[in-house]
Nanobody, 123 residues
Framework: QVQLAESGGGLVQAGGSLRLSCAASGGTFSSYIMGWFRQAPGKEREFVAGIRGGSTYLVDSVKGRFTIVRDNVRNTLFLQMNSLKPEDTAVYYC??????????????????WGQGTRVTVSS
């Protein structure tokens, strides 16, 4: 059983930065495709970023501002968020995809989820 625990969320002004962390335990972290999703109030959960090996994938709305990185020694996934905007406000979740080799943007293809960490960006 894989357990994921996010941290690092908070309140920040527009233009500021936050770094989210996702600590993994109970599985083979290095073999998983990992993703960050977010869910804003009243909206569906959406894919933000994913990583497989050394390859990273970001949605257009965060390209140039967010970076996804993994540390396979510490079994930790990170999301560095710079130049934050009010529209980035959401609960952010990390997720592990244990099957296949494709970084999917579909939440249904991820097997394990963290509890989420809230990010609020004020204007």
């Amino acid at each position: 059983q894989v357990q994921l625990a996010e941290s690092g969320g908070g309140l920040v002004q527009a233009g500021g930065s936050l770094r989210l962390s996702c600590a993994a335990s109970g599985g083979t972290f290095s073999s998983y495709i990992m993703g960050w999703f977010r869910q804003a109030p009243g909206k569906e959960r959406e894919f933000v970023a994913g990583i497989r090996g050394g390859s990273t994938y970001l949605v257009d709305s965060v390209k140039g501002r967010f970076t996804i990185v993994r540390d396979n020694v510490r079994n930790t996934l990170f999301l560095q968020m710079n130049s934050l905007k009010p529209e980035d406000t959401a609960v952010y979740y990390c997720a592990a995809k244990t099957r296949g080799i494709v970084v999917s943007r579909s939440a249904s293809e991820y097997d394990y989820w963290g509890q989420g960490t809230r990010v609020t960006v004020s204007s």
